[in-house]
């Protein structure tokens, strides 16, 4: 999805444009994350953009994207450029000595909770 969001419209208030806005973002990561994956991917991706325009978008993570949104209303932009593209996800396991530390970390903070 490559898209300049308006937020100005002669009928319908900025509120309601921005939850609408959000839904239909919403409703395209849902959409995307539904579809079937390869043999060799654990999960879909996105790579996300967001700006006042094309030229000036930078990189935000997805979970960013509601705040950002939410950020252009307060700011009260009258549009911005928003990119979301799909990319296969592979999982990484943890090193062991991470993982180790983890536990033993967790062990020790509920060692400390009972005394």
Known sequence: M???????????????????????????????????????????????????????????????LNKAISQAESDQLESFYLEILVKPGHRTKKPKDELQLNLEDSAIQGEEKEG
């Open 2 to 64: 490559k898209k300049t969001f308006k937020m100005t419209h002669p009928k319908i208030k900025v509120p309601r444009l921005v939850e609408a806005i959000k839904h239909e973002v919403k409703k395209y990561i849902k959409r995307e994350r539904g579809k079937t994956l390869p043999p060799d991917v654990d999960f879909w991706d996105f790579d996300c953009r967001f700006g006042a325009d094309e030229a000036s978008s930078e990189v935000i993570h997805l979970s960013a």
